[in-house]
RNA sequence: GCCCUCGUGGUGAAAUUGGUAGACACAAAGGACUUAAAAUCCUUGCCCUUUUGGGAGUGCCAGUUCGAGUCUGGCCGAGGGCACCA
């Protein structure tokens, strides 16, 4: 019995593995397998490891499975975390940065993945952003780009602007800072342009997940109703309102406006309203905040007319729910049939008329219910609407409405545009720059790359491009005029909107990517990440490709990704010390007697919940320092066993042991399986049948995804092997059915199972084993006996015996015989290959 | 508050989509080998019975079915998402 020595050999087949490519050149059919690019922290982390290792499982196996495989790797480099590290080291980001990606591409070599590095893309390289700039003129052009003047969630900590989804609780994402509101110019992706086209796609979208596809659809929020304009009583002012329940205006007892509308500029200088207003800010802006919050309002004292319900006047609120950045800013309230009108109206004992009934004959008594009924039905109380379904009244009404002009038919989107700029060093110039007549204009094309100026000072608050006056002043080429550069760069989420674009022609210099390549392998027919990018990077993704094609419509898709899987997190057990200072695994022992002990002190240590890596819990364990101990191998065996890879995962030492012993014996059956030298052959059938059916088995659960699956069966096939090495099966069907298990663990630990198959001096190692059909009708199955429903025995039968043969089985079985005499058996449930359930008089 | 997902042994989980519940593994207990330990291998794992057997059992309650972890209704619990979205 010889000992893996994992280190030499994987040290030996990573270096066939970096210049392997999985590219069959006699096939036609590609397959494009990306993994989300990482950004380039310093190390790897599990989550990488999981991700980078199901994503060579999906490669490898489509390369054994006849593909073209396009399988690269890149660097999401760019970003806020390089300047925190200059800033506190005093190294420049362009040097962190390249510092990092040279050690963590060391370290995912360590991996044995099958990466084709000379694909690799940094989204920092100048070679790369040249061509962004160039897209984000080509949008400009094309209308996509706008500069809008707006409020802005303002980091004073950062120093910059953030997305509305950057803010967690009012706080930075990054620096927990409470952000500020913020009057600024800055640059937008026009994505709302494509609402509608983004949440069409999403329905053709059959191999993404269901959750995510719902985030995606919520977040775009497609509503369809109308606007209705009020009158007010003695002004000659309006209020623009804006409903999907147009059908319940009947019910409508007030109006409702946000604190921002225009209407409340009267009351600008009201010591009431001032204190409302704080009210309402004191509450905050988080949905949890406001969801407690008590519904409350400010009574501006103005009448609106109800159009419909002739001398009816509303009274007009300013109240807290109402938000001015969705729809128009202004509803009218119909307490029966919303809960937040019922809330409101109840505390201002405002007038609630039921509209809209499950039950006319029974009419609903408001002044006792507290929940709005907002169910469909038939309408009443509301003149020529009376007797209609919902959905007809909503026709009904807005019809009338258009026919006085009063209104119109409206749909509304949640999703706001895309705002692209940030005052930061570390990302790509924006390539415009403004004149002395305050105008803005895109340089010329041939003046890119706008690079970045290397010589900056980071000890200074703010942007450091701002206050780099050298690299700020420039001139139009056009006129010679002077003029400065636009000194916000783009935000990174626009560098990941592209980049599986340009790995199918990373080295092209001319244009951001080759069309007929880029049409060759696009889209991602398998794109594996985590569940955190749901929204923004693939929503935004998603846009590139629509807004590409818009510019250039030899593109021939609009959609980036075909399939999307997202992977679970990696989690560990927590541990404290004593006084409550939280321990790394790698500080903490498990005794004789199952306690967990401090090393250094042997002091006792309190384990908590298991919970996602996270530096703060220290619950980390090192990519690193596992591959040492157990070998890259064993690493991904483990992290792809026990749990779906979609659910979360509990790295456990025991358990990436568990894996490497399993490993060691895989090998050990290898050699005895080579050094084997007896011919008996009686058992071939059966074990070739046997394996045939694992292979078939398994083939399906990687197309599903199942990997958790793959591996329990093949430590079922080891478990199989082990069984059969004793008996009479010859050692040629031994040894080539363990050609094939090695085959199947080529995408699951590679160096290992190359080196099998080069011991076992196997051929065409590429190609993944086939099942044979024929074999697979011949597979005996086990077929449950049931009387009355409850399994009395199973049995071992051919596939597709008939129902008379069972029962002959049956019937000279000694478990059941007994039970199934003639006279007894009322009916008889049989279904073929599965069951035969016998129903007897009792 | 709204939306989504999920509840199976001590643990992670399987279950051919309505057909043998708990595959496979971890942990545990007992045993074999060993002077000993490690490594390795075997056995056990709810209740009743000495065994053969029999019974209960997939969060809880009901229903559909010859048959329910799987379908339906109601309840309870956990996790995730959210921008009070009119």
Not at 71 to 91: I, Y
Not at 457 to 469: I, R, T, Y
């Amino acid at each position: 019995m010889e000992r893996f020595n994992f280190q030499a050999i994987e040290k030996k087949w990573q270096s066939t593995f970096e210049k392997q490519k999985l590219y069959n050149n006699k096939s036609s059919k590609k397959f494009y397998c990306l993994e989300m690019f990482p950004y380039p922290s310093g190390k790897i982390h599990m989550g990488h490891v999981r991700n980078y290792t199901i994503g060579d499982v999906i490669a490898r196996f489509k390369f054994m499975n006849g593909y073209n495989v396009l399988h690269p790797m890149g660097w999401d480099a760019f970003g806020l975390p390089a300047e925190n590290a200059a800033r506190e080291n005093k190294l420049h980001p362009k040097k962190w940065t390249e510092k990092n990606i040279s050690e963590m591409k060391r370290q995912l070599k360590l991996m044995g993945l099958s990466i084709d590095w000379d694909l690799e893309v940094s989204t920092c390289d100048e070679k790369y952003y040249k061509h962004q700039q160039e897209i984000f003129i080509d949008f400009y052009n094309k209308g996509l780009v706008k500069r809008k003047e707006n409020y802005v969630n303002w980091d004073p900590v950062e120093q910059t602007v953030l997305a509305n989804e950057q803010v967690v609780n009012g706080k930075g994402w990054r620096s927990g800072a409470v952000v500020e509101r913020k009057k600024l110019s800055q640059w937008f992706f026009d994505i709302t342009k494509f609402s509608d086209d983004l949440l069409k796609g999403l329905d053709k979208l059959n191999n993404w997940p269901e959750k995510v596809k719902t985030m995606q659809k919520n977040w775009i929020g497609k509503s369809i109703g109308c606007e209705i304009k009020f009158d007010i009583i003695s002004e000659k002012k309006k209020i623009n309102v804006f409903t999907t329940r147009p059908d319940t205006i009947f019910g409508a007892s007030f109006l409702a406006v946000s604190v921002d509308h225009p209407i409340c500029n009267e009351f600008i200088k009201d010591e009431k309203y001032n204190k409302f207003k704080d009210e309402c800010l004191k509450v905050g802006t988080t949905e949890e905040a406001l969801a407690n919050a008590e519904k409350i309002g400010f009574d501006t004292k103005l009448l609106a007319v109800h159009p419909f319900i002739k001398g009816k006047k509303l009274p007009v609120y300013v109240a807290n729910f109402i938000l001015m950045d969705y729809g128009t800013g202004a509803i009218f309230g119909c307490p029966a049939h919303d809960q937040r009108d019922l809330d409101f109206a109840k505390k201002y004992n405002l007038e609630v008329t039921e509209v809209v009934s499950d039950n006319p004959s029974i009419l609903k008594d408001f002044s006792s219910l507290t929940e709005a009924y907002s169910g469909d039905g038939t309408i009443i109380n509301s003149d020529f609407l009376n007797g209609l379904k919902v959905d007809e009244a909503k026709i009904k009404i807005i019809k009338e409405i258009e026919k006085r002009k009063i209104g119109q038919k409206k749909i509304t989107f949640r999703l706001k545009d895309w705002g692209i700029s940030r005052q930061r060093y570390w990302g790509c110039p924006i390539p415009m720059i403004h004149l002395e007549d305050g105008s803005i204009v895109p340089v010329e094309k041939n003046e890119l790359p706008i690079k970045l100026p290397e010589d900056i000072d980071l000890s200074q608050n703010g942007n450091p491009l701002e206050n780099h006056k050298k690299w700020k002043n420039t001139f139009h080429k056009k006129t010679g005029k002077p003029a400065t550069r636009e000194t916000d760069t783009l935000d990174t989420f626009v560098d990941s909107s592209w980049y599986f674009l340009r790995f199918c022609s990373p080295n092209t210099t001319k244009e951001p990517f080759n069309i007929q390549k880029a049409n060759y392998w696009m889209p991602v027919d398998q794109y594996i990440g985590g569940i955190e990018h749901a929204i923004l990077h693939l929503l935004y993704s998603r846009f590139f490709m629509r807004a590409l094609k818009k510019n250039n419509n030899k593109i021939n898709d609009n959609e980036p990704f075909k399939g999307l899987f997202t992977q679970g997190m990696v989690c560990h057990e927590t541990y404290k010390d004593q006084n409550g200072k939280w321990l790394t695994p790698s500080e903490v022992e498990k005794s004789s007697e199952g306690k967990y002990k401090k090393i250094s002190d042997k002091s006792e240590v309190r384990v908590g919940a298991s919970e996602s890596m996270s530096k703060s819990k220290k619950n980390v364990v090192d990519p690193e320092n596992m591959i040492k101990s157990y070998g890259a191998d064993a690493v991904r065996w483990f992290i792809l066993s026990d749990s779906p890879p979609e659910k979360d995962i509990q790295w456990s030492n025991q358990g990436v042991n568990a894996a490497y012993k399993f490993l060691q014996k895989i090998y050990n059956l290898c050699c005895v399986v080579n050094e084997r030298s007896e011919e008996k052959n009686t058992l071939n059938k059966e074990f070739d049948l046997k394996m045939n059916s694992y292979v078939n088995k398994i083939t399906k659960s990687i197309n599903d995804f199942n990997l958790n699956v793959v591996v329990a069966n093949v430590y079922e096939i080891y478990n199989l092997f082990n069984n059969h090495l004793n008996k009479e099966v010859s050692n040629k069907s031994l040894k080539a059915n363990l050609i094939n298990l090695m085959k199947i663990l080529i995408p699951f630990t590679p160096h290992i199972a190359y080196e099998c198959l080069e011991m076992l001096e196997a051929k065409d190692n590429n190609s993944w084993p086939k099942v044979n059909t024929k074999l697979v009708l011949k597979e005996k199955i086990n077929m449950a006996i049931q009387v009355n429903g409850k399994t009395r025995d199973v049995i071992e039968i051919e596939k597709g015996v008939s129902q008379n043969s069972v029962i002959k089985l049956c019937k000279n079985n000694d478990k059941i015989k007994n039970k199934i005499d003639d006279k007894s058996v009322k009916r008889i449930i049989f279904v073929k290959d599965r069951i035969i359930n016998f129903i007897i008089n009792q």
